[in-house]
């Protein structure tokens, strides 16, 4: 597995979107609606619930009350091709 960096800022960007910022200096706007399916993704769909995202204070993943969690190095792949898109 590769090593990541560490996903270090999270924030509310919108519809079904969220602002990450990895300790490499990776930060961009990833958009998760396609991946709101399934028994612990599906509740996400109620924005109120999706703006609830943040990171973990055990482990630095972005979590939501419900106990949905997105792995860190899936996130990081997102955020670097958003970046990249917007250059």
Do not use: T
Not at 35 to 53: N, R, S, V
């Amino acid at each position: 597995m590769a090593n990541y960096a560490k996903l270090i800022e999270a924030s509310y960007a919108g519809d079904y979107s969220v602002n990450l910022c990895f300790s490499d200096g990776v930060c961009g706007i990833v958009d998760l609606e396609s991946e709101l399916w399934g028994e612990m993704f599906e509740p996400l769909k109620d924005k109120k619930l999706f703006a609830q995202a943040r990171i973990s204070p055990e482990i630095p993943v972005l979590i939501w009350p419900n106990g949905a969690d997105f792995a860190p190095e899936f996130l990081y792949e997102r955020a670097k091709q958003a970046a990249n898109n917007s250059h």
